[in-house]
């Protein structure tokens, strides 16, 4: 027979509002009572209804988080970082791209409500406009935050790496290679983080008196293939550059993929420099010298955010958490002109 919580009430000698408030808040209760009431619950394996609790705090104890691409082997480390985070709080992590879930013109308010979460976690930058005046819904607006990625306009709170300063440890590495001539892979146009990161480099490199190649080559997306057809575009150059710093990493992979298949060595030819440091960058050949974001301290950083202001607790809008990021230095770049 299941017990009840008049009955934990009836033997643990406490009120049964006394045994509600400790099995949902047992900060509030005394030390002795929590220990009374839970030695009881223990004996008799009493387990909380969480659809019943959910109903009353009006909770339902899940967020959502969405991604542009759910194929990118990049959101993995910041997934487990949410996740870890949510999951110590009893809250469950959604997962969607937004590519889905906007797909025939679908309202993304909709699917925060019948999905039932309690708030979102939204990795995607490049939202549509319509979508992002539906963030800004009353109901929403105070609901969500960005990571990684973050709106142009501003207006929710976000946590982001330093992107900036990312390619300023690139470019330092470089010109302290000896190299002079260094062109930037760019990832999708207008995307945030590729505004950012060329900022990064131009800035980096007008501080050691040199400038980026007119020619700008890429500008499609962050992905292996974008890459490997940015190397044909590289090989017809007239004077290519000694040195190429990539938007991402995925894109420096299939870049490096594109010059092997044209005859051109990676770094004796061209050296290479991504950003990430996802998984694989260590175990390509050659291994592949990148800027390090910590993923899963950004997920982890962005779920705590969210269950504040789940919770209640004021976050202004304009809140940005800049996490600081690191130069990974393998065997993807050397000195120019090495045979």
């Known amino acids: 027979m299941s017990l009840s ?26 030390e002795t009572t929590r220990e009374a009431v839970m030695a009881v619950v223990d004996q008799h394996g009493y387990r909380v209804n969480s659809m019943a609790r959910n109903l ?10 969405i991604v542009p691409d759910l194929g990118n082997p990049f959101f993995s480390a ?69 990571a990684c990625e973050w709106l142009v306009e501003g207006g929710f709170p976000s946590v982001r790496s330093d992107n900036r300063a990312g390619m300023r440890l690139a470019v330092d590495h470089l010109v302290e290679l000896g190299h002079r001539d260094i062109a930037y892979l760019a990832g ?14 131009v800035d980096a490199m007008a501080a050691h008196g040199l400038a980026l190649p007119a020619v700008q080559f890429g500008r499609n997306d962050f992905s292996l293939e974008a890459g490997r057809a940015a190397a044909e575009d590289f090989i017809s150059l007239p004077a290519r550059p000694t040195a190429v710093i990539c938007a991402s990493d995925q894109l420096a992979v299939g870049f490096a993929s594109g010059l092997h298949a044209r005859g051109l060595r990676v770094p004796d030819d061209v ?56 130069l990974q230095i393998r065997g993807s770049t050397c000195p120019p002109g090495r045979d």
């Open 5 to 30: 919580i008049k009955d934990i009430a009836r033997l643990s000698g406490v009120s049964t509002a006394t045994v509600s408030r400790t099995l949902s808040h047992p900060e509030r209760v005394s």
């Open 78 to 146: 910041i997934f487990a970082g949410l996740q870890e985070t949510f999951s110590a709080q009893g809250t469950d992590l959604l997962v969607t791209d937004s590519r889905s879930a906007l797909r025939g013109g679908q309202s993304l308010l909709s699917h925060l409500r019948e999905a039932r979460v309690d708030g979102l976690v939204c990795l995607d930058g490049g939202l549509p406009q319509a979508a992002r005046a539906e963030l800004k819904a009353p109901d929403i607006a105070s609901r969500v935050v960005f």
């Open 56 to 65: 009353r705090r009006q909770r339902a104890d899940s967020v959502l988080a």
């Open 271 to 326: 050296s290479l420099v991504g950003f990430d440091d996802i998984q694989t960058a260590e175990f390509v050949i050659p291994p592949l010298t990148t800027i390090r974001q910590d993923r899963m301290r950004l997920g982890a950083q962005a779920a705590g955010l969210l269950l504040r202001q789940i919770a209640g607790a004021a976050c202004p809008a304009d809140k940005v958490i800049t996490l600081p990021v690191s």
């Open 188 to 201: 999708p146009e207008g995307n945030v983080l590729d505004t950012e990161r060329r900022a990064g480099v």
